[in-house]
């Protein structure tokens, strides 16, 4: 496997691992996404997308589109991994967050109902933790990793041709 497509395979993976893993947080356990929450999840969507892309590329004989588009990636996984460093550490109280929270609201007949009796969903509290690290936090150190170790892939081939 040659290193352009193993950098995208850790971009796409860990995309579809960590929004996975909100997406099952979300509606299997209630951990409703805060606004900061959100911002997290839409480089991860942009990683996947630029990855099946680069990946098409690859098979289309265009290792040159491949690789930009692997470093797009890798930019967008570390993207929402800065995100989600900023969030916990709002989330710790280490500095002053955004007022901005949402509030789950559902499709129903009666929106004022919905809207009254709907969570809120601050920026500012950890819903979940494990160790002491917050989902934002596994956010941070999952995706910064990544990004990392897809970067350095993606860089240590000499030429965008040879695999």
């Not at 900061?36 to 004989?61: E, S, T």
């Not at 002053?96 to 969903?121: D, R």
């Amino acid at each position: 496997m040659n290193n352009i497509k193993k950098s995208i395979l850790i971009s796409f993976l860990t995309s579809f691992a960590l929004l996975a893993g909100a997406y099952i947080g979300q509606y299997g356990f209630h951990l409703y996404p805060c606004e900061m929450c959100w911002w997290q999840r839409y480089p991860h969507f942009a990683a996947i997308i630029f990855a099946v892309i680069g990946y098409m590329m690859l098979h289309r004989k265009n290792p040159g589109l491949a690789k930009f588009l692997a470093l797009i990636a890798a930019i967008s996984v570390m993207i929402s991994g800065l995100i989600g460093g900023f969030h916990a550490g709002v989330e710790y109280g280490w500095w002053q967050g955004l007022t901005a929270c949402s509030v789950p609201i559902g499709n129903g007949a009666n929106f004022l109902e919905a809207l009254e009796n709907a969570p809120i969903v601050r920026c500012d509290v950890a819903p979940w933790d494990l160790f002491g690290i917050s989902l934002a936090g596994y956010n941070f150190l999952i995706s910064l990793g990544a990004a990392i170790l897809s970067l350095k892939i993606l860089f240590r081939s000499q030429s965008v041709i040879k695999g």
